[in-house]
């Protein structure tokens, strides 16, 4: 997951992002019966973390001070563009769950603040 936020306790707040988020789509996974999956997660999962049964998301954060408007620019390209690079779609706005839709005048699935 690449995304661009701001916050005065970011490792607090992605640590609440991640555990919420995991809880909510395990359960949803959980709940259909996705057994593929959930395996996977499972044999992920680190040793020393006792406390779970399954790994949803790759420990920490590699946070970047975003220090000038060029350099919002390259991040905002690199995350609209690993889509296309991985070969999930041909074109940046065709992946659903991008913000590229927004950049390019289309409906996105949540909105965005491009002013920045």
């Known amino acids: 997951l690449h995304l661009i936020v701001q916050s ?14 995991a809880k909510k789509l395990l359960a949803y996974l959980e709940q259909h019966n996705v057994k593929t999956i959930l395996e996977q997660l499972a044999f992920y999962k680190k040793a020393h973390k006792t406390d779970r049964q399954y790994q949803f998301w790759q420990e920490g ?30 074109q940046a706005v065709h992946w659903r769950y991008s913000s590229a839709r927004n950049y390019e005048g289309e409906a996105g699935l949540l909105d965005i603040d491009k002013c920045w």
């Open 61 to 90: 954060i590699h946070p970047e001070l975003i220090q000038n408007e060029a350099m919002m620019l390259q991040k905002i390209e690199y995350i609209h563009h690993n889509p296309v690079k991985r070969g999930y779609v041909d």
């Open 8 to 21: 005065p306790q970011l490792d607090k707040d992605m640590a609440r992002f991640k555990s919420f988020t």
